[in-house]
C-alpha cells in the first residue's frame, strides 16, 4: 500500500509535470474541489525550501481576462465579459 499522502501526490505530479486541478484530480484519484482545499498547503510546504509554487491563472476564454483575485481557485464566471467559459489554473513546482 502507497503511504504518501493526497499532498506528497500532488507536490510529486507537479513536480514532474505541470497540471491543472481536473489533471491532478484524475492523476492522485481525488475530486477536483479537493485539489483546490490541498494546493494552499502544498504551497506553503514548500516555504524553507529551494523550491516554488508556481501559477498560470485561470483565464477566460472569450475575453483573455486573467486578473482573477486568487489564482488557485476555480473562478464560475469572468467579472469582465460573465462568460462562463474559464480555461483553468496550470500549477507547477520547480
Do not use: W
Not at 514532474?16 to 475530486?31: F, R
Not at 485539489?35 to 523550491?51: C, G, I, R
Not at 486578473?67 to 481557485?73: E, L, S
Amino acid at each position: 500500500m502507497d503511504a504518501t499522502t493526497t499532498r506528497q501526490r500532488i507536490a510529486e505530479t507537479l513536480r514532474e509535470n505541470p497540471a491543472t486541478a481536473s489533471d491532478l484530480s484524475q492523476t492522485v484519484g481525488v475530486p477536483r474541489s479537493s485539489v483546490y482545499d490541498h494546493l494552499p498547503h502544498v504551497a506553503q510546504s514548500l516555504d524553507d525550501t529551494d523550491e516554488q509554487f508556481l501559477v498560470a491563472p485561470p483565464e477566460c476564454r472569450n475575453c483573455g481576462f486573467s486578473a482573477f483575485d486568487d489564482p488557485v481557485n476555480y473562478p464560475s464566471r469572468c467579472p469582465d465579459c460573465r462568460s462562463e467559459s474559464i480555461e483553468e489554473a496550470v500549477f507547477k513546482i520547480e
